[in-house]
């Protein structure tokens, strides 16, 4: 089974960037795709972005589109989140999640998660 762990969140200002990690390692890295989530307090965890196996598909909640950018280096067993343009609404703990399944919206498709990373936006 992968083992993941997050890096790279912190505080920053509001329209800083920020440049989340997330290693990968266990089960064949470069045969899932992968997601990161969020969840901020008293919220239920949303989706925020996905990438498929090879790094050749994307997808990103609405709320996102044009500031994150997913990534992943196979080689090194990495996916990436880059965060532009941050908000106040953006402050949450970050999850990256390995998925078995095809529907990468859902929390559900994915089987395995990291322990989340804290990024706080101030304004």
């Known amino acids: 089974q992968v083992q993941l762990v997050e890096s790279g969140g912190g505080l920053v200002q509001a329209g800083d960037s920020l440049r989340l990690s997330c290693a990968a390692s266990g089960r064949t890295f470069s045969s899932s795709a992968m997601g990161w989530f969020r969840q901020a307090p008293g919220k239920e965890r949303e989706f925020v972005a996905a990438?498929?196996?090879?790094?050749?598909?994307?997808y990103y909640a609405d709320f996102v589109k044009g500031r994150f950018i997913i990534s992943r280096d196979n080689a090194k067993n990495t996916v990436f989140l880059q965060m532009n343009s941050l908000k106040p609404e953006d402050t949450a703990v970050y999850y990256c999640a390995a998925a078995l399944g095809a529907y990468l919206y859902a929390p559900r498709t994915y089987d395995t998660w990291g322990q989340g990373t804290q990024v706080t936006v101030s304004s």
């Open positions: 990438i498929n196996p090879t790094g050749g598909k994307t």
